[in-house]
Nanobody, 115 residues
Framework: QVQLVESGGGLVQAGGSLRLSCVAS????????MAWYRQAPGKQRELVAR????????DYADSVKGRFTISRDNAKNTMYLQMNSLKPEDTAVYFC????????WGQGTQVTVSS
């Protein structure tokens, strides 16, 4: 059973930065297309960014292009999301999973951006 553990969230002012981490247990991480998702209060979970197994192909939601950077370290079974120029509308719980999602969702990490 793969477990996903997200961390790195917090409270930050608009314009600030945060770096999220996702650690996955299990040996299949390196072959999976992985993604970051987020869910704001009262809204559906949405895809933020995704990255292929080798990192050669990356896609971002239009709302985060130019501000967020997804990366991964397969040797550490870890994926990252560097978030810069944060906006209040980025406030959400951030989750990681495969794309499409096949594992049980973790607890996520709360990101709150104040104006």
């Amino acid at each position: 059973q793969v477990q996903l553990v997200e961390s790195g969230g917090g409270l930050v002012q608009a314009g600030g930065s945060l770096r999220l981490s996702c650690v996955a247990s299990g040996s299949s991480f390196s072959i999976k297309l992985m993604a970051w998702y987020r869910q704001a209060p009262g809204k559906q979970r949405e895809l933020v960014a995704r990255i292929t197994s080798g990192g050669g192909s990356i896609d971002y939601a239009d709302s985060v292009k130019g501000r967020f950077t997804i990366s991964r370290d397969n040797a550490k079974n870890t994926m990252y999301l560097q978030m810069n120029s944060l906006k209040p509308e980025d406030t959400a719980v951030y989750f990681c999973n495969t794309f499409p999602s096949i594992y049980s969702w973790g607890q996520g990490t709360q990101v709150t951006v104040s104006s």
